[in-house]
């Protein structure tokens, strides 16, 4: 090794516990008091413990004076003798080296002895790295490092919040945020998650108020998602007087490390004069950097964030392509942005009114403005009061009932499909007759793919064309089942032109309701043809969760675990 590595090896363990989780593109400031272990008891050591403190130690002098071949040795014997320090560093050495498996043995070693670093690190290579990646692994270790100080609590949080390696369970995401945001050297991003909590009510009671202070918080820190969380409080008056001045001076800051989030939202503020002088060229600037992406702290644009399932970036895109706004106009891709947006995000609710509006559908914009000031949404009540004055809001279907009756023509095509069940093809055939548009569209896949019936292509494009407008109708109500249907329909181009974005989109609406079907395609689709190993782990979990029988099978098939370390 080379003079000055193991510097420059302690030096990189210190920038790897701090660098954030790419999933969020958070990254968390550096600061090397923020791994520094707590203080432990003092216990006579025995005499083997006391030989590798010295070796340690001497390792220690070795690297102050660029004796880094010694160094290196005198870490490997105190390593081998058990000093969790030492054990930390030679598996950092040996990532450094691509010998993972290794690495996984000695960090495995330290975190089994206490030291604070170790689960952290053990849990993002079962995290990050794709040869290794197990998300119920990454997400003990976080687990084990959040239970012993700051370093993981966000990370393991951030299992609870989606899902990754656990049940998802909003509440305990909340409890860990709230730990890290609330250290003596607090956790910025932490702040900003549990800002997003508080404002959306996700995990704990809505409180805007509460939101604002967290956000505060995390953009005095300084970070561009504070920043851009307290921006969009200023813009849409969530726990504090509307002020688009104040929002602007927000999104700036954000927007100067490439947030595509805040670069769109100057780019609504520049199209329409809002908070500053109107400048349509300015604008379009900002919506195609908000595109692109690219910046080195944010490289991803709205788009890809979006197929990544990022809510914010949803709702965004779904406003852009309402409006033409950096992309071309596009109503069908505009509509499922925003549904896919709209079960934690108000904002996209009041969008999608919007649009029904503009359509003439008074019925369905009056339910999405009802539904997004339940949210405590300000444009909504303010809307709803000159647009529906008075008027009572309508009784919610039954959920209960809803979900009794999902499922029904999804089961029985799955059935045709894996047996060619001519009696499962009956049943679907009759409902057909009877004018539902799920059992239309489930048809013209029978006759498409000749599943318990002849192959038609004649009569799978007459049910496609019959079913297709009221499966999206439904799918837009929030049938899941509609809308793991129409995700098929675009997927395959049935009664609509191909489109495998809107598919995914809608596909993971369905997910995001916990409707198993459309869980375990979704996981099929990140393990086959998106190769993102952490998406279908999660997916794959969800649908086993809910009841999907084929789920655990296809998981070992296509995520087998990784290779067994010491």
């Known amino acids: 090794m080379s003079s000055r590595s193991i510097r420059l090896v302690t030096a990189g363990l210190a920038a790897l516990l701090l660098s954030g989780t790419a999933a969020y593109g958070i990254t968390i400031p550096k600061k090397t008091d923020r791994y520094a272990e707590k203080p432990k008891t003092e216990e006579p050591k025995t ?18 004076e660029d004796e880094s071949e010694k160094a290196m040795e005198c870490f490997r014997q105190a390593a081998e003798l058990g000093h969790d320090k030492a054990q930390v560093l030679l598996a950092y050495t040996c990532m450094t080296e691509d010998k993972t498996d290794e690495a996984i043995k000695w960090y495995r070693k330290a975190a089994e002895q206490g030291n604070t670093a170790a689960p952290t690190l053990l849990g993002r290579i079962y995290f990050e790295d794709e040869q290794y990646m ?28 989606e899902g990754y390696g656990v049940t998802q369970d909003r509440e305990e995401a909340v409890k860990w945020f ?35 202070k967290w956000f505060r918080k995390a953009a005095d820190y300084p970070t561009p998602d504070g920043a851009y969380g307290l921006g969009v409080c200023y813009m849409e008056g969530y726990g504090v007087k509307q002020d688009m001045k104040e929002a602007v001076k927000w999104f700036l800051k954000a927007a100067e490390q490439g947030r595509p989030y805040a670069l769109c939202a100057l780019g609504v503020c520049y199209r329409n004069g809002l908070g ?33 399932g990022d809510h914010e970036a949803l709702y965004w895109l779904g406003v852009c392509y309402e409006e033409g706004w950096g992309v071309e106009q596009d109503d069908a891709m505009a509509v499922a942005c925003l549904h896919a947006a709209e079960q934690n995000n108000d904002r996209a609710q009041v969008a999608l009114a919007r649009h ?14 009802r539904k997004a000031a339940k949210r405590d949404n300000p444009s909504a009540k303010k809307l709803l009061t000159e647009l529906f004055p008075g008027k009572e809001a309508e009784e919610e279907t039954d959920k209960s009932v809803q979900a009794a009756e999902t499922g ?33 569209c489930a048809l ?27 499966l999206r109708k439904a799918a837009e109500d929030g049938d899941p089942e509609a809308q793991t249907l129409l995700a098929g329909c675009y997927g395959e181009g049935n009664g609509v032109k191909a489109d495998q974005t809107l598919s995914i989109i809608w596909l993971r609406k369905a997910a995001e309701q916990d409707f198993a079907r459309a869980q ?4 099929l689709i990140y393990a086959t043809v998106d190769k993102d190993r952490m998406e279908a782990d999660k997916w794959f979990r969800k649908a086993a969760e809910n009841g999907e029988a084929d789920a655990g099978t296809l998981m070992k098939r296509f995520l087998p675990d990784p290779v067994e370390t010491e």
């Open 444 to 470: 013209g896949v029978c006759y498409s793919e000749g599943y318990g019936t002849a192959k038609d292509a004649a009569e799978a494009k007459q049910w496609f064309a019959k079913g297709i407008d009221g």
């Open 356 to 369: 029904y509006l503009k359509t003439g559908d008074r019925k369905a914009a009056e339910r999405w403005l």
């Open 47 to 64: 005499e083997e413990q006391q030989k590798a403190e010295e070796l340690y130690l001497q390792g220690r002098e070795y690297d102050e």
């Open 276 to 308: 500053v002088t109107e400048d349509p060229a300015r604008a379009k600037d900002y919506f195609k950097k908000a595109m692109e992406g690219g910046h080195r702290y944010s490289p991803k644009g709205l788009p890809e964030r979006a197929e990544d």
């Open 134 to 161: 197990n998300m119920k692994e990454a997400a003990k270790w976080f687990r084990m490092g959040a239970e012993q100080g700051q370093l993981a609590q966000l990370r393991y949080g951030i299992c609870c919040f």
């Open 520 to 523: 375990l395609a979704l996981a």
């Open 408 to 440: 029904a023509t999804i089961a029985h095509l799955q059935t045709a499909l894996k047996t060619d069940d001519a009696e499962a093809f009956a049943w679907i055939r009759d409902t057909a007759g009877q004018g539902d548009p799920k059992a239309q």
């Open 178 to 212: 709230r730990k890290a945001a609330e250290q003596i050297l607090p956790d910025p991003e932490a702040q900003y998650m549990l800002g997003i909590c508080c404002r959306d009510g996700l995990g704990v009671e809505q409180n805007r108020a509460e939101a604002v």
